[in-house]
Structure formats: structure tokens, C-alpha cells
């Protein structure tokens, strides 16, 4: 069954699948942060994503700005853009169910694709990467770029989640999940502070889609193309649990690495499959429960 | 006892609040003196909770006017009300269940100058200390009431809107939660309690305020009180 699987195949698409994996934990991470902590479905995520990796391509292309600047720029203007969105069409919503957010982030990533497929085009722009060349380890050859990506994205997930399970920031986020009337009678700007945790939530995003622009095409739809398996990984790790995304973009994307190798015509359907048993044996999540959220 | 003349810290005046097209209350007048404890009184559903929340402003469709200090309250919001120094404690407490105990004590931040430090808390609530690692949910209801009143001692507001805080405990515990409220009295904090339990009342307050469908109806000392009961117990329908 194995026959034909040599150590370079095996490798390499086991660091294919931790590549995929950083970029399905950092997304289902942010996604369950905005519906963790506000019940909003931000099915505009993946746009948000994709404008990460427009704004770090147009940093370039326009204004020469280096990859490293656009790393801090580009996460900044996406998360100005997400907190303006948060203003505009999520806080008039804020009391209704949370299908009304999902329908309203779904309309707004048709028309912010719809924009910039007008403006740009629906071809993949190239963004060179930043670090050339690699490693050979003798079993594979490692590209350093994929190496800081994956380097990269676990320092960013443990930071946030530290941040929000053991600081006081967290603590406060925390409560306002659970009844932000009482969290806003201490004096907390809680409506500030739901708008903040929106923008940071898609700053993440935004950080995702510059991290993957030296990687994949630059391309109006490759938020959406990616968005039902991250909304797979945020059901199969439990609706709003941090840890959960965390741990389950990163054992889905080498999973499915592997499924691969051992049996390609599975590789399209493999978390899916997975999201299926969730639902039918752990309705709530792999994660939900196991940690403070 | 205080006099009469003192200026109110708290006025309350013609204040009408809706719950989407159903209006709670339909025009509640009254005042709180520096120092004084005040309970609102009444059946279940006559409005006593809406005032708080009014007060806070938690329930947004309001009309009338609040003053508290001279500053309007009506058109401000909960986190701008709660800086002008009025704490709030819920009916369901509002303990955070994704917390720890120490987490759920130390929330909320020092607002104005005077709040008690976590020590002072809990030193003041020692049976917290124990417990500080565990859950908050975790704590008995006597507990969690302890951790309510102690954590929103924490900010320095000395106007403290405390709802039935003796509710579903214990005799002991609703006794040590009055010698409480007393001490808190004596350290010159002003609290507006709504209660259902008319001996608790009797033991802690100045004056009671009788609340019957969203008005007020009666305003009586606590003298007057213990000399009337049956006129009390026939608002409270018991």
C-alpha cells in the first residue's frame, strides 16, 4: 500500500500540510476570537485575508515598501478597515441572531472581492519572497520563507493565546463574553472594547494574508477558496475556543499533508470528513470546555 | 439618622423606563442622602430591579431624570455612569463563570481614589481567600454574594445599588451578609438595596421606599416600619 512513498515525498508534504496548517490555526484562530468573544459569524474573514496580501502587494508595487514593513502595515490597515466594518454594519446588528452576521459579513465579502476582481483582476499577482533559497536537511529541502511562516504563525497563536487566556485584557474580554452589562458597570467601554476585539481579530486575519502572499497568488479569491475549510477547523475545534482553532489548524493541515501521500483522492475530503464525525460525536467541538472560554 | 435637610446624593425623579413597547415604570420619585441605606420594596414585578437598572442606565429607554451628585444620569452610558462612582451588584450576581475567584475579585479597575486593595478584600471577606484559584462559579451562592459585594468595593465608588442580595441563602449567610452592609454603613458608603425579605430589610436600612406596578406608593423609616408592619406586609402581599 506504502510502495513508491519516499522520505522526500513524505516531507515534503508533511511541511506542506504544517504550512497549510500555520495559515488554518491563525485564521480559525481569529475566527474564534470574533465569535468567542462577540457571536458574530465573520464570514468576511477570508476577504479580510485577501486584502492582507492585496494591501502588502499594492505596499510594494505602489509605494515600495519591503515585505518586513508591509508585516506591520498591512495587518494595521486591514484592522482599520475591519473596525470601520465593526461600526458600520455589525453594531446596528449587535441584538439580532447571529445568522444576521453571517449574512451581512457574506455580503460584504462579495462586494470587497467584487472590487478588487473589478480593479485588479481574477489572476494571481506574484509577490516574491522575502527570504530566498533554503536548507537542504538531507531527507528535504526547507525554503527558509516557509520555515518563518511556520515559525512565525506558532509564536503569533501562543502569544495571542496567552494574551487572552492570562492577562487582564483577556480577563476582561472573557467577561464581557459572558454578560457584558455587568463588565460595563465596572466602567469598561465595552462597546470600544467589542469594536477593538473585531480589529484585532481581522488585523490577524489581515497578518495571515501577508504571510501567504510570497506563497500563493495574490488573488481576489483566495480568501474564499479557504474560508469553508477554516470554518471546518473552527467547528471540529468547538465554536469560539481559541485553543481549539489553535490545535486543530495545525493537526488538520498536517493531516491532511498526510492523506496525501497515503490516499490523494481523500486529501479535498479528509476535514471535512473529520468535521462530519465532530458533529455526529462532539457536537460542541473537540476543544470546547477544555480551557477558561 | 440623618437630617432631613441634607442634600440627596441620588434624585430620582418622574422616572419611566420601557422594556421594548412594555413600560416597567411609570414615574418613580424618590432621593438617597449621603450615608443612608435605602431599600426599595415590593411584589415581584413591581419594578424594583427596572429602577436599579434604570439607575444604571442597563435599561436604555428611560425618561425622567437620575441625578447623582448634581450629573444627569438619563443619556449617559452604563460605563460612564459607573465613573461618576456608582457600583452595582446584579440579582444573578454576575459571577464569571471562565474566571478564577482572585480573576472575578480583581475585574474591575480602580475607578476614584479610597477603593479597598485586594488585600483589604480579603482580609474583609476572608473566606475568599481559600478559594481564590477556583472557579468563581464554583463558589457556594453565599460565596458568590460575598465575592459580588467585595469586588465592586474594589473601584472606589462609595454609592453601592445592591440587588437582593439575600436571595435563596441561608439564614446564616443572609445574616453575615447584613453585618456586612452594616460595616459598610458605618465606613460611610451609601446603598440602595432592593429586597423582598422584610426582615433583612428591618435589620440593615434607614428608610424604605415601597414600589408597587413601576411608582413609588409609600416612603417609610425604618421606625415606622417596625411600628407598621401590616401595612408593609399588605404591599409585599404576604
Redesign the interface.
Known amino acids: 500500500m506504502f510502495d513508491g512513498i519516499t522520505p522526500q515525498l513524505l516531507f515534503g508534504q508533511l511541511l506542506i500540510g504544517v504550512i497549510n496548517g500555520s495559515f488554518y490555526a491563525m485564521l480559525a484562530m481569529g475566527l474564534a476570537i470574533i465569535f468567542g468573544l462577540m457571536h458574530v459569524v465573520n464570514f468576511a474573514h477570508g476577504a479580510q485575508y485577501m486584502l492582507g496580501a492585496f494591501v502588502a502587494w499594492l505596499l510594494l508595487s505602489t509605494f515600495g515598501v519591503p515585505y518586513w514593513g508591509a508585516l506591520i502595515l498591512a495587518p494595521l490597515v486591514v484592522a482599520i478597515f475591519g473596525i470601520a466594518m465593526e461600526r458600520l454594519i455589525l453594531k446596528p446588528i449587535a441584538n439580532l441572531d447571529h445568522l444576521y452576521s453571517l449574512l451581512v459579513t457574506y455580503a460584504a465579502t462579495l462586494v470587497i472581492e467584487g472590487l478588487i476582481r473589478q480593479q485588479y483582476g481574477s489572476t494571481g499577482l506574484p509577490y516574491s519572497s522575502p527570504l530566498p533559497g533554503g536548507v537542504n536537511l538531507g531527507f528535504m529541502f526547507m525554503p527558509w520563507y516557509r520555515l518563518w511562516v511556520v515559525v512565525f504563525s506558532v509564536v503569533t497563536c501562543l502569544a495571542t493565546w496567552l494574551l487572552i487566556e492570562h492577562t487582564?485584557l483577556g480577563?476582561?474580554l472573557?467577561?464581557a463574553?459572558?454578560?457584558p452589562?455587568?463588565?460595563?458597570?465596572?466602567?469598561?467601554?465595552?462597546?470600544r472594547m467589542m469594536t477593538l476585539t473585531y480589529g484585532f481579530g481581522v488585523g490577524l486575519a489581515g497578518l495571515s494574508g501577508v504571510l501567504a502572499a510570497p506563497i500563493y497568488q495574490v488573488s481576489p479569491s483566495m480568501g474564499s477558496s479557504l474560508m469553508i475549510t477554516i470554518f471546518a477547523v473552527v467547528v471540529i475545534g468547538g465554536m469560539g475556543s481559541i485553543a481549539g482553532a489553535i490545535l486543530t489548524g495545525y493537526t488538520l493541515g498536517i493531516v491532511e499533508g498526510l492523506t496525501k501521500v497515503f490516499y490523494p483522492e481523500a486529501a479535498n475530503l479528509v476535514i471535512f470528513f473529520i468535521m462530519l464525525l465532530a458533529l455526529i460525536f462532539r457536537p460542541s467541538g473537540l476543544f470546547s470546555g477544555t480551557e477558561?472560554? | 439618622m440623618l437630617d432631613d435637610t441634607t442634600a440627596p446624593l441620588l434624585e430620582v425623579r418622574d422616572l419611566r423606563a420601557w422594556y421594548a413597547e412594555s413600560q416597567a415604570l411609570q414615574g418613580v420619585t424618590f432621593d438617597v442622602r449621603p450615608g443612608e441605606l435605602v431599600t426599595l420594596i415590593g411584589r415581584n414585578g413591581a419594578g424594583k430591579t427596572t429602577t436599579l437598572r434604570s439607575i444604571?442606565g442597563?435599561v436604555k429607554n428611560r425618561k425622567g431624570s437620575i441625578r447623582f451628585e448634581g450629573n444627569e444620569l438619563i443619556g449617559r452610558?452604563?460605563?460612564q455612569i459607573?465613573?461618576l462612582g456608582l457600583?452595582?451588584c446584579?440579582e444573578e450576581r454576575?459571577i464569571?463563570?471562565?474566571?478564577s475567584v482572585r480573576?472575578n475579585l480583581?475585574?474591575?479597575?480602580h475607578?476614584k481614589s479610597g477603593g479597598m486593595s485586594d488585600e483589604e478584600l480579603l482580609k474583609a471577606f476572608p473566606n475568599l481567600r481559600a478559594r481564590a484559584g477556583s472557579r468563581g462559579t464554583s463558589l457556594s451562592g453565599g460565596e458568590q454574594q460575598m465575592l459580588a459585594i467585595a469586588r465592586?468595593l474594589r473601584?472606589g465608588c462609595r454609592f453601592l445599588l445592591l440587588d437582593e442580595p439575600s436571595e435563596g441563602l441561608a439564614p446564616v449567610i443572609v445574616k453575615e451578609i447584613g453585618a456586612q452592609l452594616r460595616r459598610l454603613k458605618a465606613q460611610g458608603y451609601t446603598i440602595l438595596l432592593v429586597e423582598q425579605n422584610l426582615n433583612f430589610a428591618r435589620s440593615v436600612a434607614d428608610r424604605h421606599v415601597v414600589i408597587e406596578h413601576g411608582a413609588v406608593v409609600d416612603q417609610l423609616s425604618n421606625e415606622d416600619l417596625a411600628a407598621d408592619m401590616d401595612r408593609v406586609k399588605t404591599y409585599l402581599g404576604v
Open positions: 487582564k480577563a476582561y472573557r467577561a463574553n459572558e454578560s452589562e455587568v463588565v460595563e458597570s465596572f466602567g469598561i467601554n465595552v462597546p477558561k472560554s | 444604571m442597563i452610558r452604563t460605563f459607573a465613573r457600583a452595582y446584579p454576575g464569571f463563570s471562565s474566571l480573576e480583581t475585574l474591575p479597575p475607578l465592586i473601584n
